[in-house]
Every structure is written in structure tokens, then in C-alpha cells.
């Protein structure tokens, strides 16, 4: 047993001596990279909450710009379609004064006429009163103060 016990403190102290520092140094750089592996991870996972934010941000961002642009093409769509009314209501207008006016010229126009074939039978009549040709260069005045009358 003595020897036994002579052979295990030997055994110990050689593990002590030549094996411990190794698996010591082993075990401390594999603890070093489990725990810079843990604090990448933590940094890591910082970081991806940061973007979340971020791109929560920049989503809302996103939505209030896309809700300004839709109001502003609302906005912009019923001031066309305002324009659009306005200027059909001016061209009505502008047509209607044409028309109008064409309508004048032609009552003029049928008044005139008028008043000239008034005169012509003003003077056929006459003529056949009178039985005589009754000269249409001398009387012109007396037709141009009828049809004035008339």
C-alpha cells in the first residue's frame, strides 16, 4: 500500500508539474472565447435591437411621408378637377356669347332684309296705285325713311 501510495503522490505531482499547465491553459483561452463569444453575442444582439428601431423609425417616417403624399395628390387632383370646371364654365360662356352674338347679327341681317323688301313692296304697291313706274334712284331717299320707320 505504501507503494501504491508512493506511485499516486508521484502521479500527482508529475500531472501537477507537466500535465495541469496545459490543460489549464487549455481550459482558460476556451473560457476566453466563450466569454468574448458571449459579449459579441451581447453587442450583437444590441445592435440588432438598434436596427429594429431604426427601421421602425424609418417606417413610420415612410408612412407619414406616403399619408402627406396622398393628401397633397388629393389636394392637387381636386384643384385640377376645380380648374378643369372653371375653365368649362368659361368656354360655355365664351360659346354662348358667340352664339349670342351670331343670333344678333342675324336678327340685324333678317331686319334689314326686311325693311328692304318692306320698301320694295311699299313700292310695288304704290306703283300699282299709281300705275305709273315710279324711278328707284329718285325716291332712294324716301325708301332709305321708310325703312328707318319701319
Known amino acids: ?35 468574448e463569444g458571449l459579449d459579441n453575442a451581447a453587442v450583437a444582439e444590441k445592435k440588432l435591437e438598434a436596427a429594429n428601431e431604426s427601421v421602425a423609425i424609418e417606417l413610420d417616417d415612410a408612412k407619414k411621408q406616403a399619408a402627406e403624399l396622398l393628401v397633397q395628390a388629393r389636394s392637387r387632383a381636386s384643384q385640377i378637377v376645380e380648374e378643369a370646371k372653371g375653365q368649362g364654365r368659361e368656354e360655355a360662356d365664351r360659346i354662348i356669347h358667340g352664339a ?14 326686311l325693311r328692304t323688301r318692306v320698301g320694295e ?14 324711278d ?5 331717299e324716301m325708301l332709305t325713311r321708310l325703312s328707318a320707320e319701319l
Open 136 to 140: 328707284q334712284a329718285a325716291h332712294s
Open 100 to 113: 349670342q352674338a351670331e343670333i344678333d347679327q342675324e336678327i340685324s341681317r333678317a331686319r334689314e332684309e
Open 1 to 35: 500500500m505504501l507503494g501504491q501510495l508512493i506511485s499516486f503522490v508521484m502521479f500527482v505531482v508529475f500531472c501537477m508539474k507537466f500535465v495541469w499547465p496545459y490543460i489549464g491553459e487549455a481550459m482558460r483561452e476556451r473560457q476566453k472565447l466563450i466569454a
Open 121 to 134: 313692296l311699299a313700292i310695288d304697291g304704290a306703283e300699282k296705285i299709281l300705275e305709273s313706274t315710279i
